[in-house]
């Protein structure tokens, strides 16, 4: 399974951009990038996913190292709001067991 | 959508009692999966569901644990007897066309938090 590392944490001012760096040095070819997160006391929430090139949507946007080796969520206007843990993850492409493997995340705090 | 419906959303239970953990996935969704979470070991995965098979079980702690799905609709997480290690939020997470190297994305409800005194 490749592997991800994130920060710990992480600190954004509300309004600014937040951007969340993944590393996942070990991913395969056809192993796609996924971000979850998770607010306090609810259960996780997908944000976005790609394979290889910048995904975009109403929530975030991802972008891929050419490489694939890295990854970087941004959050392009956070709010209070999105203070949560983000979780970058990268599900095994060879096989179809289906697990998700949630390491620790990065605890992102949105302050005023 | 209703989302994925977990129920009870709190369960307080002493030791040795059985306990039944119920949840209702997106309809439509073929994968159902049941995660615990606890802060030192995190979110694991404990069991996934096919078409209401078990495929993989190899996350369930113990003969304790069991899980069952007799419809395309429901899924329980049973757990007898109960223990305070077993302490923790539960969670159930549904997708759909799962299966390649693109793994659709999983919806979780807002979980269970057991607490087992």
């Known amino acids: 399974d490749a592997k991800t590392t994130q920060p710990p944490s992480m600190d954004c001012a509300e309004g600014r951009a937040a951007n969340l760096p993944c590393n996942h040095s070990?991913?395969?070819?056809?192993?796609?990038v996924y971000w979850y997160r998770q607010i306090h006391s609810q259960g996780p929430q997908y944000i976005i996913h790609?394979?290889?090139n910048n995904e975009t949507n109403e929530m975030a946007s991802l972008i891929i190292t050419e490489d694939r080796k890295s990854s970087t969520l941004i959050l392009p206007h956070a709010t209070l709001r999105d203070t949560a843990v983000y979780y970058c993850?990268?599900?095994?492409?060879?096989?179809?067991?289906?697990?998700?493997?949630f390491g620790q995340g990065t605890t992102l705090q949105v302050k005023p | 959508d209703a989302g994925v419906i977990q129920s009870p959303r709190h369960e307080v239970t002493e030791m040795g009692q059985e306990v039944t953990l119920r949840c209702k996935p997106i309809s439509g969704h073929d994968y159902l999966f049941w995660y615990r979470q606890t802060m030192m070991r995190g979110l694991e995965l404990l069991i996934y569901f096919n078409n209401n098979v078990p495929i993989d079980d190899s996350g369930m702690p113990e003969d304790r644990f069991s899980a069952k799905m007799p419809n395309a609709s429901f899924s329980t997480l049973k757990i007898q007897p109960s223990e305070p290690r077993d302490s923790a939020v539960y969670f159930c997470?549904?997708?759909?066309?799962?299966?390649?190297?693109?793994?659709?994305?999983?919806?979780f409800g807002n979980g269970t938090r057991l607490t087992v005194t």
């Open positions: 790609g394979l290889k």
């Open positions: 070990t991913i395969s070819g056809n192993e796609y």
């Open positions: 993850i990268v599900p095994p492409g060879s096989s179809n067991t289906g697990k998700l493997i």
């Open positions: 997470a549904s997708s759909r066309n799962f299966g390649s190297s693109y793994n659709s994305p999983l919806h």
